[in-house]
Every structure is written in C-alpha cells, then in structure tokens.
C-alpha cells in the first residue's frame, strides 16, 4: 500500500508535469503569435502560409529546363529540377540560417510542388548517399531528407540502394573537367534484392553541378538491375 507522503509526492509530481505541459504549450502558441508566416529569403511577415517565399522573393527563383544525361549507350535520364542554384533556392541548400534538416525537408516539399515528380510513374526512390565520414561529420544526408519529403508525398519507399565505397573530394572543390573522374568507381549497389530488377527508380539529389555524381549512380543502377526506367530530381542545378 502507498503510504500518504508517497502518495502526496505522486499527486505533486503529477500536478507538476501537468502545470509544465499547459506552460509548453503556451510558449509554443506565443512562438507561433510572435513569429507568424515570414518569407524565408528576407524575412517579410504575413506571407501566404502555404508559401515559402514572399511575392517579391519567389520571383528571384529561376526556372530551368529538364536535361537528359547519358547513362548508356542508349539510355538517356531526365533530369528535374526546382529551379538554378541561385537565391532563393540557394540559401536553404546551404541552410545557415535554419535547422538544417528543416531546410532539407522544405526543398523535399518545393520539388513536390514544383517539379513534375508527382505525375512520374517510379517505383523506389534512390537518394544518393555521402561516405560514412561525412555523414559521421554533418549527422544527415540531405538527399535522404529530401527522398523522406517525397516518399510521404508518393507513399513509394526509399531504399538504400547505393553505397559510396571511396571518399572523394567534395565536387565543387574541383575544375569542372575533373568531377568525372572524381566520382568514377566511387558507388557500389549496397542491396541486391530481385524485386528490384525491371523497377523504375527516382535519384534524389540536393544539387546537380555538371551531372557526373547522378550519372554514376545510375549507371551502378542500370547495371544490376536492368530498370525499366529511371527518372533523377535535384533541388537545384548550377547552370
Ligand atoms: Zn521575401
């Protein structure tokens, strides 16, 4: 049997908790009074919630194009993007000011919205992954962030089908014409499963600069698995 001071410790213990939610929750609704929907590029407050940038911001965003890039002889890939690597869009790939996996996971939303990637018939999302050492180094991988968005928006799974088996110089510390070279051999398929052969596969990257990284992956894709297709979406493209 609990004996009364036990029991009075109990019941003020519970009182406390209680009183400490009530005072969370009123932070938070004083948080969301004080900061209310505010443009992420300069900040301008009362913008469209839905929204991620004010009127005068989202027009600095600069559409680009798809692009093909050879992955075979005669196998081409589409290549997806939000826009150039250019503000807007480049201040949440880079994320200074943010929680950094908050950034990612709006960039996973600005390509649901605003790539073709909701009508692309795909089977596995593939994010393209980063050594171990620089995932130890920065606690997540963006492109896995990024494919988390889109597999709640698609209800396809991610896989990690790919695995990095060199560590290689980060891409844009290179001259253009050595990123091929820096990314050959640096990808090796991670699962080997026959429900992936024949299947359509959906590359998620943050950033693609002259394509290589995107290429390789899909090439040790298209290798063990013959895909039907495969479709690749970044968040930005420095063009
Ligand atoms: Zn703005």
Redesign the pocket.
Known sequence: MISAPVYAQIFCYDIFCKMLTKFSSFIHQLKQLAIPPH?I??G?FYIDPKKF??V??EQLLRAVVSVQLSITANKQMPVFAVGAYHEPLKQLIIAKSWSHRTASASLGELIWMRTPVSILEFDYIVPVPLHWRRYAWRGYNQAEVIAQKIAAKSGKPVISLIKRVKHSPFQSSLAIDQRAANVADVFALALNDQKFTGARFLLVDDLMTTGATLQRCAQVIIRHTKAEAIYAVVAARAC
Do not use: A, D
Request: aromatic share 12%.
């Open positions: 443009c590029q300069c301008i940038w004010c005068e911001c």
